[in-house]
């Protein structure tokens, strides 16, 4: 039987890899999809079911959450087992500088369950090394990226508030969702403190859209949503993609390598059968990595061959290097005076918060640190009282505090900018391999002066901005998140203009081999603190536009 040689073959169903498969099937390109872990669909999701209806009340046995990690555990969500269990996706990090990585091996990848926090980053995160001299500059500004976010909001939906504002841009927004009474409050302090405070711009459908409903606001997000009102691939881009007919979906598929040719050349790939471990091979004249940052660059330090020594497309060396993840700084949590004993509505439904974007480096230099955070503001009351962790009790008297606090509960902490650095990298471990026998990284990160600066500055604000609320606060921690904790690993294949210094060009082409595209955030020089998968979106979107006029052109 003849082989098979796709136009192109892409890793990963994702947030990345479902843009790039709309994409390219839409634009005619015959298409192989891989995907590591079982298939899914939104008749599997338990979006409606309540903890009690499941023993431990969903989040699976002391015993299964140590050995296979908590989300992983997890009965609520449909994605049991495939919240990458610890066992089968061993990684490694030197002792005392731990890196916490979690990943959804499943169609959709961690689509189905993110946050959906959406927010564009500004024309100078693209330009902050010509403003402060740390890093690199991006090889694209905003106004190359500006149409392409503006497609994505369209086509995904992301509902939002117009503020004119240049460290958000504004951009296609749907209805913003309304304010809660504690957002109102919280917007009269933070103006107090001359900074804004707006509605976290979410792709979450405020009205209905390209067949999908408008959010019921049922406040299960977490769970995946089985009406397809937040995006996600199996609710968006797969369904797009399939209809084409351009599209064949593979689920069960562990990449381990990319297969190169005698000149060079990437071939195909190489991948293990979920279930069988056995190992097989496909073909396709361009190959498009989006297994997610870590997952990618591994791919590519798993591809070795006589012309790529240390790793495909690594011959400047910085494969692997300038690995970054969102700080997260503190939790501080308190009540409202105003509200404290009010009526106790169901308020878990809006199922995310507002917003003070960053203020710090905007007009003028900090003296103390470059790039800056925002803050995240969340409140109200929750069907599940996390007050009453925070203070000690007992009996009737415990239980009439709980209640008087519930509906005037308010948390704030803050994201912000690390800064890329060559010593936090990724390599191979060669002493350890996962479920599959396919070699694991061990994972080497840095924190810099400039974010323990950050930090300090960020909850000394968050503090003064829950004094100037005149909150009851209840706890207050100060501490920075273990690295990965975010979930918005960047960077470890950069692009830019000189092959010697990075990965990729400004469309995500490796420089040493132009039929090799990665399209996930592994592409990122630096990260700006705004949540990262917008413009993920934006990014493989025109990546693949490039790839496939490429393509036409026989170019590649
Ligand atoms: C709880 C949570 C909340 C989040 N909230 C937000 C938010 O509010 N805003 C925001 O911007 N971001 C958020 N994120 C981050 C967001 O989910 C990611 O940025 C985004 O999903 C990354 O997209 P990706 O395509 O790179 O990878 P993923 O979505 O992780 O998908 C990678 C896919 O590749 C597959 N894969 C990996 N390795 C292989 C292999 N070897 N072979 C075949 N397939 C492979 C995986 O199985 C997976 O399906 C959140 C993440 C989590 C976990
Ligand atoms: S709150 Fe809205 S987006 Fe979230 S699961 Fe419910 S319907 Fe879906």
């Known amino acids: 039987m003849a082989t098979t040689i796709y136009d192109v073959v892409i890793v990963g169903t994702g947030a990345t890899g479902g843009m790039a498969a709309k994409v390219l099937a839409e634009h005619g390109l015959q298409t192989l999809l891989l995907e590591s872990g079982p298939s899914i669909s939104s008749a599997d999701f338990l979006t409606h079911s309540m903890p009690y209806e499941f023993p431990f009340r969903g989040s699976g046995s002391p015993s299964k959450a ?36 979690s990943h959804s091996r499943i169609l959709g990848g961690r689509t189905l369950h993110w946050g959906r926090q959406s927010l564009r980053l500004a024309e100078y995160d693209f330009k902050g090394a010509s403003i402060d001299g740390q890093g690199v500059d991006w090889p694209f500004t905003y106004s190359d990226l500006e149409p392409y976010y503006d497609k ?53 459908l405020s009205r209905a859209h390209r067949g999908r409903p408008a959010c019921h606001y049922c406040g299960s997000c977490g769970s ?56 097989r091979e496909v073909f396709a004249k361009v190959v498009v990595l989006a297994g997610s940052t870590l997952e990618s660059t591994r791919i590519m330090l798993n591809s070795t061959s006589p012309r790529y020594p240390n790793g495909l497309a690594n011959s400047s060396g910085v494969l692997g290097h300038y690995l970054t993840d969102h700080i997260s700084v503190g939790n501080i949590s308190g009540a409202l005076p105003d509200l404290v004993g009010g009526t106790i509505l169901n308020e878990d439904g809006k199922s995310n918060g507002s917003y003070i974007p960053r203020f710090q480096n905007i007009d003028k230099p900090h003296p103390d640190f470059v790039r800056g955070y925002g803050i995240m503001v969340k409140g109200g009351a929750s069907s599940f009282p996390g007050q009453a962790m925070s203070f ?143 413009t993920m979106l934006a990014i493989a979107w025109r990546a693949s536009d490039y790839l496939a006029e490429q393509y036409r052109k026989g170019e590649l």
């Open 66 to 101: 140590r050995r296979v990690g908590r989300a992983a555990a997890s009965e609520r969500t449909p994605f049991v087992g495939y919240h990458a269990e610890n066992d089968q996706h061993p990684y490694s990090f030197p002792e005392g500088n731990p890196w916490a990585w």
């Open 152 to 204: 994505v909001e369209e086509y995904i939906g992301v509902q939002g508030m117009y503020e004119g504002l240049p460290q958000i841009p504004d951009g296609k927004f749907f209805p913003p969702f309304a304010f809660n009474c504690y957002e109102h409050l919280m917007k009269k302090a933070a103006h107090k403190m001359g900074w804004h405070l707006t509605a976290l711009r979410t792709a979450q």
């Open 224 to 279: 995946g949503c089985d009406i397809g009102a937040f995006f996600s691939t199996i609710a968006v881009t797969l369904p797009d993609a399939l209809a084409t007919g351009n599209l064949k979906l593979q689920t069960d598929s562990v990449v381990r390598h990319v297969l190169i040719d005698k000149e060079g050349r990437p071939k195909g790939v190489g991948y293990h059968d979920r279930l069988t471990k056995n190992y």
């Open 392 to 534: 000690d009790g007992f009996g009737a008297a415990y239980k009439r505090k709980i209640k008087a606090l519930h509906p005037a509960m308010v948390n704030v902490y803050a994201r912000g900018e690390p800064l890329p650095v060559y010593g936090s990298y990724i390599e191979i471990d060669r002493n350890l391999v996962d479920h599959w026998g396919i070699p694991s990284l061990h994972i080497h990160y840095k924190r810099t002066d400039n974010d323990e600066k950050i930090r300090k500055h960020a909850y000394e604000s968050m503090l003064e901005l829950m004094h100037t609320a005149k909150l009851e606060i209840l706890s207050a921690r100060d501490t920075l998140s273990t690295p990965g904790t975010i979930n918005h690993e960047m960077g470890t294949a950069r692009m830019g203009h000189d092959p010697k210094t990075n990965v990729l060009d400004a469309y995500n082409q490796a420089h040493d081999a132009k039929n090799l595209f990665v399209v996930d955030a592994s592409c990122w020089p630096s990260s700006g603190c705004q949540n990262p998968t917008l």
